[in-house]
């Protein structure tokens, strides 16, 4: 069981470029999340989908969009990524509304210069 | 919304000894959930440990217990018999149970452990 995958795991941008971070799962989790996670601050949340078909923002959307391809894949796109944009991005998942543990990706780190 | 705050940034231990990191939390709510996550410099998060927050009992797994005080919303994890191999970022967090929080876990800021030989 590979878990949940993330791609790619490094990355450098130049300001104003576009990218998306993929995040693939093989549990048959009904929750997907976005991360992300910066010295001194934690781990925020960016957006989740709680099930296929829907998505909402968490603490710090603005810049981000997301897609809930279908229930394994949850990805994050950057339009125009700026340097504050700069850290290290997880994906997540867990079953449903009722359960409560996370399994995380593996993690991936974004550079915009 | 939820808060959580952990006030060491950085802790160091001598291998075979305990530590304890400490959480605090701020909410309204009565059901939710905390955890204490390790994140080795692999960057993995691994999960260490959970608590109910309806459970009086402390939760336990092998060298790793918590002491939750829910009056005092506080949530410290000890760790006993340290090793090398616990070196790492520990990160406290909460959940809500109640309503439609969707797995929404808030996080602390973070306490690095260093264990030394």
């Known amino acids: 069981n590979a878990g949940v995958t993330q791609t790619p795991k490094f990355q450098v941008l130049k300001t104003g470029q576009s990218m998306t971070l993929q995040c693939a799962q093989d549990m048959n989790h009904n929750s997907m999340y976005w991360y992300r996670q910066d010295p001194g601050m934690g781990l925020r949340l960016i957006y989740y989908s709680a099930s296929e078909g829907t998505t909402d923002k968490g603490e710090v959307p603005n810049g981000y969009n997301v897609s809930r391809l279908n229930k394994r894949e949850f990805s994050l796109r950057l339009e125009s990524a700026a340097p504050s944009q700069t850290s290290v991005y997880f994906c997540?998942?867990?079953?449903?509304?009722?359960?409560?543990?996370?399994?995380f990706g593996a993690g991936s780190r974004l550079t915009v210069l | 919304a939820q808060t959580v705050t952990q006030s060491q940034p950085e802790m160091s231990v001598q291998e075979a000894e305990t530590v304890t990191l400490s959480c605090t939390y701020d909410?309204?709510?009565?059901?939710?959930?905390l955890f204490w996550y390790k994140q080795p410099p692999s960057r993995q998060m691994i999960l260490v440990i959970r608590q109910e927050a309806y459970k009086q009992q402390n939760a336990t797994e092998n060298r790793f217990s918590v002491n939750f005080q829910k009056a005092a919303k506080s949530f410290s994890l000890k760790i006993s018999d340290s090793q090398l191999g616990d070196t790492a970022m520990y990160f406290c967090a909460f959940y809500n149970a109640g309503g439609t929080s969707y797995g929404k876990l808030t996080f602390g800021q973070g306490t690095i452990l260093t264990v030394h030989p």
């Open positions: 909410t309204s709510e009565s059901n939710y959930y």
């Open positions: 997540a998942s867990k079953q449903g509304s009722g359960a409560n543990v996370l399994t």
